[in-house]
C-alpha cells in the first residue's frame, strides 16, 4: 500500500502522535505523583511550588519531554517497537525528574542534595517513575503500533 493512502486511514500524523504521546505521559506522571505524593509533596514544597497544584505541577515537564522523546525515538524512525516504547517512557521519567532535580539544586545547592538521606530520596524518586515510565510507555506503544498496523494492511470488503 502506498503512504498515501496509509496516510488516509491513519487519523493521527507523526506530529499528532507525538503530541499525543506527550499528553500520555504527563496524565501517567500526574497518577504517579499522585502515588508518591507523600514524598513529592514534601518536595514539592521544599522547593517551593504552590500546595494546591504542587502535584500535576511536578508532571509538567512530561509534557514537553514526552513529546520530544517520542519524536525522536519512535516517530521519525518510523519505527513503534516495544523496546524503543520503553525507552520512551524510561527517558521521559528519568527527564521530567532531572528537570526537578535541577530545581532543586538551583534553590538549595549541591551540597543539599548530597546531605543526609536526600541523595537516598532522589534515588528511590527516580527509581520508581523511571520503572513505572517503562511499564506506561508499552501501553501507548501498543496503541501506536494497532494504528499502524491498521493503516498499513491493505483495503479489503470490511474496510472500505
Do not use: H, K
Not at 539544586?105 to 532522589?122: F, R
Amino acid at each position: 500500500m502506498d503512504s498515501s493512502r496509509a496516510a488516509e486511514l491513519d487519523p493521527f500524523t507523526a506530529r499528532q502522535w507525538s503530541l499525543l504521546a506527550g499528553v500520555y505521559a504527563f496524565g501517567c506522571a500526574t497518577l504517579t505523583a499522585f502515588a508518591l505524593s507523600g514524598m513529592l509533596g514534601l518536595f514539592a514544597e521544599v522547593i517551593g511550588l504552590p500546595a494546591a497544584v504542587a502535584l500535576p505541577l511536578l508532571a509538567t515537564p512530561a509534557l514537553i519531554v514526552g513529546a520530544g522523546v517520542w519524536w525522536t525515538l519512535v516517530e521519525r524512525r518510523e519505527t513503534a517497537t516495544y523496546p524503543r516504547g520503553a525507552a520512551f517512557g524510561l527517558l521521559t521519567a528519568l527527564l521530567t525528574g532531572g528537570v526537578w532535580t535541577a530545581r532543586f539544586v538551583s534553590v538549595w545547592s549541591v551540597e543539599m542534595l548530597t546531605a543526609g538521606p536526600v541523595p537516598l530520596l532522589v534515588g528511590f524518586v527516580l527509581g520508581a517513575v523511571g520503572v513505572a515510565g517503562v511499564l506506561v510507555g508499552l501501553p501507548f506503544t501498543f496503541v501506536r503500533r494497532r494504528s499502524r498496523a491498521r493503516s498499513d494492511a491493505d483495503a479489503t470488503a470490511n474496510s472500505l
